[in-house]
């Protein structure tokens, strides 16, 4: 069986061609034929049971019913039923919720909101990468410009503007309380800055970073295992442990900056 359209626009199910052989087992399970139990009768034994819940025989089982409103100007004044249709049909349209990339900035929206509920600081957006093409996917600040229908609060939240140059971004993402990068350079820059960082790790050059620097990856998680509940374990792991980390920079950063100062004598004697 499968359900198809019938000639009144409806769905209805439909045979297969050369897929029956009238068993009847569709329709011993079909709420609409025969003595078989209705629409009432199923939601009874599935919502019935739970706490709170309302039945009205019009609308069915229910736990509540709300009244609501958009607030976008205009979008009452034209509306028969308070313009929630029109605002909501508008934002998934703007968002574009549905295309990968709208995936990717719920994602990114869901984790900046974990990180303003967990430090309870405003969030400042660090775009690093960005390009002429005007494209999203390729260009950081794009792509954090496009976050803000996702957010429930664009308020907290602050975006650099894509004119900074290397070293007044350095600056900015040195007065951060914590950081939380992708990029691998602009995590250097925090990690030289002694800020706190939470390294999203895309490659294994992330994990060495933080391998070199803390001899572990605790501060470190992988793109793959980039989900709510764990970003959010993450964050709160940094939090407890941000003054211990800025004392750990601030005794290790420099010994690097030596190392890396000899490395580079080295290959200038090996050169000349």
């Known amino acids: 069986m499968k359900i198809a359209w019938n000639e009144f626009g409806e769905y209805q199910p439909a045979e297969g061609e050369g897929h029956c052989d009238r068993c009847g087992i569709c329709l011993k399970v079909c709420p609409f034929f025969g003595d078989q139990d209705d629409e009432t009768t199923l939601a009874h034994g ?22 609501g409103y958009s607030r976008q100007e205009g979008h009452r ?13 508008e934002a998934l349209l703007k968002s574009g919720r549905a295309t990968p990339q709208g995936q990717r900035l719920r994602k990114a929206a869901e984790l900046a909101e974990i990180l303003a509920q967990v430090t309870g600081l ?13 494209n999203p996917e390729g260009c950081d600040y794009l792509f954090l410009k496009s976050l803000d229908p996702f957010l429930n609060d664009p308020s907290r939240y602050r975006l650099l503007p894509d004119h900074l140059n290397a070293q007044e971004t350095m600056w900015v993402i040195s007065q951060c309380q914590l950081f939380v990068g992708a990029r691998t350079h602009a995590t250097i820059a925090a990690f030289s800055s ?32 980039l989900d709510p509940q764990a970003f959010r374990e993450k964050i709160t792991e940094l939090v407890r ?22 490395a580079g004598d080295i290959l200038r004697n090996g050169i000349s």
């Open 46 to 67: 599935l919502f019935a049971p739970e706490p709170g819940m309302q039945n009205y025989s019009p609308l069915g089982y229910f736990l509540g019913c709300y009244v």
């Open 77 to 89: 004044a034209e509306a028969s039923s308070g313009g929630l249709l029109r605002w909501t049909l």
């Open 122 to 134: 405003p969030v400042v957006l660090v775009p690093h990468v960005t390009s002429l093409s005007q």
């Open 194 to 225: 002694g800020v706190p960082t939470l390294s999203i790790a895309y490659s294994p050059k992330a994990i060495g970073l933080n391998q070199d620097i803390f001899s572990h990856a605790d501060f470190c998680i992988s793109t793959t295992d």
């Open 241 to 262: 442990s941000a003054d211990a980390v800025r004392k750990h920079l601030g005794e290790q950063i420099p010994k690097l900056k030596s190392q890396a100062w000899a």
